[in-house]
């Protein structure tokens, strides 16, 4: 599976932003999606995770109710919508699957446990 993220930039404060994760190779739909991101000089923190059906998401308290995962099993795609960013949401943003065999929630906000990683792009929130 190769992941290709996308749509990151610089954006003001309260405003707005969506990121995409385009997949290729596997099958799409049968993958948990995660977001994750990673500031200068800190280790790589969870974000959003969606799960196959994309019925189910789990977000970081963090940026619970500012953001928004989404997925479009037809285009093979994942998205994270970021309404009202702060300065301290400025990372690099990588996407991340796993198929949904045997992964339950609990497992979603450990980097660890997920096996395709995409290239990340970069976030930059300006005050």
């Known amino acids: 599976v190769q992941l290709q993220a996308s749509g990151g930039g610089l954006v003001q404060a309260g405003g707005s932003l969506e990121l995409s994760c385009a997949a290729s190779g596997g099958s799409f739909p049968n993958y948990v999606m995660g977001w994750f991101r990673q500031a200068p000089g800190k280790e790589r923190e969870f974000v959003a995770a969606?799960?196959?059906?994309?019925?189910?998401?789990y977000y970081a308290d963090s940026v619970k109710g500012r953001f928004t995962i989404s997925r479009n099993d037809a285009k093979n795609t994942v998205y994270l919508q970021m309404n009202s960013p702060k300065p301290e949401d400025t990372a690099v943003y990588y996407c991340?699957?796993?198929?949904?065999?045997?992964?339950?929630?609990?497992?979603?906000?450990?980097?660890?446990?997920?096996?395709?990683w995409g290239q990340g792009t970069l976030v930059t929130v300006s005050s």
């Open positions: 991340a699957a796993r198929d949904t065999n045997g992964f339950v929630i609990r497992q979603w906000q450990l980097s660890s446990n997920y096996d395709y």
């Open positions: 969606i799960g196959g059906n994309g019925v189910i998401t």
